[in-house]
């Protein structure tokens, strides 16, 4: 999102964004949004903080847009998001713009929709026929692999399939993750990156992977959703 956002800085008139997130300092956010901005861009967690603190006015607000709303709900954010969008609305005390963009529209959303956006919202579907499609240009395999035999597995494919290309290895849980990057089966430079990681070294693994420094990145959701990192050649 402030990727897109910095395009904005060509046109004529000047726009100034702030993106703001756990992790790293609060301080330098705070007077980002006293000077003032037109982009406010946030987590939950750390726009909660800065409502709490009394850091945020709303009253000038225009449009607000929760960006992966399903996913987010779904990973226990409901009461977060129902906070923000009340207090967003409250301040701004007219009608307001609230925009829900998800790749699916389960239950939760919709009683997200029913309780903070009017009777008369529309839906539009951009998916349309493409539903439950995958992409042509990708090659899709099902392994069958016993539990205890995964390891052996995931080194396997990661020389076969991996190549010198970049990989990325998907975990459920971060013991999961730090499990990968210690075993002695796997040959490739490795890195890992979760929850429990700072979100300044985050920045820097990120970084690193996507300039080519080591070729497997293994993640947990923390890094599942709204990734542009160009030419990956393997995702597991």
């Given at each position: 999102?402030?990727?897109e956002l910095a395009r904005l800085k060509h046109h004529p008139q000047e726009f100034e964004s702030l993106t703001v997130y756990g992790g790293v300092s609060i301080d330098d956010q705070t007077r980002a949004l006293r000077r003032g901005i037109d982009f406010f861009v946030g987590t939950c967690g750390r726009?909660?903080?800065?409502?709490?603190?009394?850091?945020?006015?709303?009253?000038?607000?225009?449009t607000v847009v929760l960006?992966?709303?399903?996913?987010?709900l779904k990973q226990g954010f409901k009461e977060e998001v129902d906070k923000i969008l009340s207090e967003c609305r409250?301040?701004?005390?007219?009608?307001?713009?609230?925009?829900l963009f998800s790749a699916t529209i389960p239950r939760w959303v919709r009683?997200?929709?029913?309780?903070?956006?009017?009777?008369s919202v529309r839906i539009v579907d951009l998916a349309m026929d493409l539903k439950?499609?995958?992409?042509?240009?990708?090659?899709?395999?099902?392994?069958?692999?016993?539990?205890?035999?995964?390891?052996?597995a995931l080194a396997d494919i990661l020389i076969v399939y991996g190549r010198a290309g970049k990989t990325i290895v998907f975990t459920q849980?971060?013991?999961?993750?730090?499990?990968?990057?210690?075993?002695?089966?796997?040959?490739?430079?490795?890195?890992?990156?979760?929850?429990?990681?700072?979100?300044?070294?985050?920045?820097v693994t990120m970084k690193r992977f996507k300039e080519g420094k080591f070729r497997v990145l293994v993640a947990t959701d923390?890094?599942?959703?709204?990734?542009?990192?160009?030419n990956v050649d393997l995702v597991i």
């Amino acid at each position: 999102m402030q990727n897109e956002l910095a395009r904005l800085k060509h046109h004529p008139q000047e726009f100034e964004s702030l993106t703001v997130y756990g992790g790293v300092s609060i301080d330098d956010q705070t007077r980002a949004l006293r000077r003032g901005i037109d982009f406010f861009v946030g987590t939950c967690g750390r726009v909660l903080d800065h409502i709490e603190r009394g850091n945020i006015d709303f009253s000038c607000i225009e449009t607000v847009v929760l960006d992966e709303a399903d996913q987010m709900l779904k990973q226990g954010f409901k009461e977060e998001v129902d906070k923000i969008l009340s207090e967003c609305r409250r301040q701004c005390g007219r009608d307001l713009q609230i925009c829900l963009f998800s790749a699916t529209i389960p239950r939760w959303v919709r009683d997200v929709a029913a309780t903070h956006m009017k009777q008369s919202v529309r839906i539009v579907d951009l998916a349309m026929d493409l539903k439950n499609k995958t992409a042509r240009t990708v090659k899709h395999l099902a392994i069958q692999c016993p539990f205890q035999n995964r390891l052996s597995a995931l080194a396997d494919i990661l020389i076969v399939y991996g190549r010198a290309g970049k990989t990325i290895v998907f975990t459920q849980t971060k013991a999961d993750a730090n499990s990968l990057i210690l075993s002695d089966k796997i040959k490739q430079d490795i890195e890992v990156m979760h929850g429990d990681i700072a979100q300044n070294q985050r920045e820097v693994t990120m970084k690193r992977f996507k300039e080519g420094k080591f070729r497997v990145l293994v993640a947990t959701d923390v890094a599942s959703r709204g990734l542009d990192i160009p030419n990956v050649d393997l995702v597991i």
